[in-house]
């Protein structure tokens, strides 16, 4: 399974991004997808998921202002991002949770986890 995340830059305060996560390999069900970031000296955070029937859940701090979204045939995550925040500054990866159980608040529980290497997101004030 090959996860890669793309999209990354760096933008001012306020600024946009719209980051992509191409997924080839897999070819299971009952699996999840979310994005996740990390940022320097911080824990991993959930940002925005989707389930295996399109429900999505986020991160209560990007809800409104970022958008997680498929391409018809699932192997593409996109994340919308809009009014981007210094303190948002991370590398961003994307998840594909295998026999996924549970969404909530922008991230997955269930089985293992693909991930890529992450592609980073930095906002200047």
Do not use: I
Request: aromatic letters at 10%.
């Amino acid at each position: 399974v090959q996860v890669v995340e793309s999209g990354g830059g760096s933008v001012q305060t306020g600024g946009s991004l719209r980051l992509s996560c191409e997924v080839s390999g897999y070819s299971g069900s009952g699996y999840c997808m979310y994005w996740f970031r990390q940022g320097p000296g911080k824990e991993r955070e959930g940002v925005a998921s989707v389930d295996g029937s399109g429900s999505k859940t986020y991160a209560d701090s990007v809800k409104g202002r970022f958008t997680v979204s498929q391409d018809n045939g699932k192997t593409t995550l996109y994340l919308d991002m809009n009014g981007l925040k210094p303190e948002e500054s991370a590398k961003y990866y994307c998840g594909l949770r295998v026999a996924c159980t549970y969404c909530s608040d922008g991230a997955c529980d269930g089985g293992g986890m693909y991930y890529g290497h992450g592609t980073q997101v930095t906002v200047s004030s």
